[in-house]
């Protein structure tokens, strides 16, 4: 199983959200560049970044701190953040991004979805993000009123490569990940899923490496706040 250390960037600065409220976030010490070296020097080959500045505008606002993120460190990265146009996917792809997330944009408008996979094949990841089972978008300021379920059945053909699960309730929380409903997901989902939100421990990783049509599992503050450890960390990745 792959292990997805987590960069959210914001003007310019390694921060983590609570339950991806801006108003409730932490500012860390080391640069994005210099907490990606630091996952490729424990020996990570994956890279999950979101590029916080452009949920909120649209814009590919940190690209060129991305593009020196994967040209130095040479790892697998995977890029989200308010992606809403073949613009936007291209440029990403052209710095070396292995694989583009579209969230709220796909959700809003599955026709995009549907064209981002076919001009992008094997390039193009889905960010679920769910509270209560029902889809957020637009940052997670509003709800979808559609269920998760409901929207992957509809989508499910159209090439999404990779799927990216986040239980809204648990993400910045350290109270381990929704692997009930993610289990749901990656069960009616036709390509590999990732868990997203909450990891708190070794044994959430141990407990996901269990469970069926997972790829990987996405770790963020439970790093950034010493309660796991990179060494340990490591030796999950496979």
Known sequence: MKIFPAIDIKDEKCVRLIKGDFDNKTEYKNSPIDQANSYKDHGFKNLHIVDLDGALTGETVNINIIQEIVKKSKLKVEIGGGIRNFESIKKYLDIGAEKVILGSAAIK???????????????????????????????????????????????????????????????????????????????????????????????????????????????????????????????EDA
Request: glycine letters at 8%; charged letters at 30%; proline letters at 2%.
């Open 109 to 235: 408008d599955k026709k995009f979805l549907k064209e981002a996979c076919q001009k992008f094949p094997n390039k193009i990841a889905l960010g679920l993000d769910a509270k209560d089972g029902y889809l957020s978008v637009s940052g997670w300021k509003e709800n979808s009123n559609q269920l998760a379920l409901d929207y992957l059945d509809e989508v499910n053909d159209y090439g999404v490569s990779r799927l990216i699960y986040t239980d809204i309730n648990k993400d910045g929380m350290k109270q381990s990940p929704n692997f009930d409903e993610t289990s749901k997901v990656a069960a009616n989902s036709n390509c590999p899923v990732i868990i997203s939100g909450g990891v708190s421990s070794i044994d959430d990783i141990k407990k996901a490496k269990s469970l069926k049509n997972i790829e990987g599992i996405i770790v963020g503050k439970a790093i950034y706040d010493g309660d796991i450890k990179l060494e340990e960390l490591i030796k």
